[in-house]
């Protein structure tokens, strides 16, 4: 089970094909049709995970493992570390039409609570494997793209971009060299400034600016 | 004065044009030519902003008000609030060489430690005025772009963006009307999901692609 707090996330994932177990609410009248535990501020306060809980809170079922589709572009995540982040990349990831994220099983819970706040619903529209991240690479026939601060410009790239798998690292140490050897392109943000820092980009900022110029290409090409 | 803390920050703050005021360092001699004062790490523990402190902390003093560069693309932050998110965008507009970022004056102050912590050493090379961000764009005859939910598409778009001011709204909100109606051209990045959510995307991944798609066009027209 995970839990989902706030109105309009609460209402996504009922409105989703995640299946609810208990909802409580200050103001059960906001939910018709549904069975909902009247509880008061006090009360949600012992219960919430935020320091100002929100009206609603909800506990939903963490759904059965669904196949992956792989006529998509694929975001695979190696060993994530910070929820908010995570959160944030599935916001992104669903902007620009990921349909599938594939993590390592060492990246944090989906579920996690920091997660679900910071995906604001998008948690109940994207389909979340953990799996050995090695193995899938080794075994899918598909274009394996990598970002790392010497591969070639993305936006010279002239390749496919609307299916095959995009691989992040993880916030401080990027993508690992056992994953490396498994990339087929290496893929940069160029610098425009002429200079050498800052060393990096934000993870979160780096996948947006990827996405959104792989969305770009593939809509331009379809055009 | 302000704190940087963490050696790679505080070296590249001694490389700037900032001015030390005092170093502390649990080992003084990582630091030649400048006069450190050794400290334990129980002592860093107490003058830390940082739960786990790193062995150098420094001293600066804030630097006078620098003249804004108008012949560069400028980016413009009214009312932000997050010092995480300051500090991501200050690191993220260096990266596509901004030199100038303006913010309204009731912007959280880019001097607050964990936006100098997750700036990352980019606050010494960019130059940040506080200032009346409704006056600024009012006076000044450059295009003003600002990011909506229904503008034209940032990737369509065909004006100059070489120069310019680039505006960015609070979080939550977004750019407030008072400034809106300031604003020249609204531009918006396109979902590429064929839904109506998410209904936003984070704040600094927004800027991270608008920046880098200006980069890109401008790059272009150069080559």
Same mark, same amino acid.
């Given at each position: 089970?995970?839990?989902?707090?706030?109105?309009?996330?609460?209402?996504?994932?009922?409105?989703?094909?995640?299946?609810?177990?208990?909802?409580?609410?200050?103001?059960?009248?906001?939910?018709?049709?549904?069975?909902?535990?009247?509880v008061?501020?006090?009360?949600?306060?012992?219960?919430?995970?935020?320091?100002?809980?929100?009206?609603?809170?909800?506990?939903?079922?963490?759904?059965?493992?669904?196949?992956?589709?792989?006529?998509?572009?694929?975001?695979?995540?190696?060993?994530?570390?910070?929820?908010?982040?995570?959160?944030?990349?599935?916001?992104?990831?669903?902007?620009?039409?990921?349909?599938?994220?594939?993590?390592?099983?060492?990246?944090?819970?989906?579920?996690?609570?920091?997660?679900?706040? !910071?995906?604001?619903? *998008? /948690?109940?529209?994207? @389909?979340?494997?953990?799996?050995? =991240?090695?193995? $899938?690479?080794?075994?899918?026939?598909l274009?394996?793209?990598g970002?790392?601060?010497?591969?070639?410009?993305?936006?010279?790239?002239?390749?496919?971009?609307?299916?095959?798998?995009?691989?992040?690292?993880?916030?401080?140490?990027?993508?690992?060299?056992?994953?490396?050897?498994?990339?087929?392109?290496?893929?940069?943000?160029?610098?425009?400034?002429?200079? !050498?820092?800052?060393? *990096? /980009?934000?993870?979160? @900022?780096?996948?947006?600016?990827? =996405?959104?110029? $792989?969305?770009?290409k593939?809509?331009?090409?379809?055009?």
């Open positions: 089970m995970f839990v989902v707090e706030g109105k309009k996330s609460v209402f996504e994932f009922i409105n989703s094909k995640f299946v609810l177990h208990k909802l409580f609410s200050k103001n059960t009248s906001e939910f018709k049709m549904i069975n909902v535990n009247q008061s501020h006090s009360e949600l306060e012992k219960i919430s995970y935020l320091t100002n809980p929100d009206d609603h809170l909800a506990i939903f079922k963490i759904p059965n493992i669904k196949s992956i589709n792989k006529n998509k572009l694929i975001v695979g995540l190696e060993s994530i570390n910070d929820p908010g982040n995570l959160g944030t990349i599935i916001r992104t990831c669903e902007w620009f039409g990921i349909k599938d994220i594939v993590c390592s099983s060492d990246s944090v819970d989906c579920y996690n609570p920091k997660v679900v706040q !910071s995906a604001m619903g *998008s /948690l109940s529209r994207i @389909n979340i494997t953990y799996l050995d =991240l090695k193995n $899938f690479l080794k075994s899918e026939p274009n394996k793209f970002t790392f601060i010497n591969g070639q410009s993305v936006f010279e790239n002239k390749i496919r971009t609307d299916k095959g798998i995009v691989v992040f690292g993880n916030e401080a140490n990027g993508i690992s060299n056992k994953l490396r050897s498994l990339i087929d392109i290496e893929l940069t943000i160029p610098r425009f400034n002429n200079k !050498s820092y800052p060393e *990096s /980009l934000n993870l979160s @900022n780096s996948l947006g600016i990827i =996405l959104s110029e $792989f969305s770009r593939s809509n331009e090409k379809k055009n």
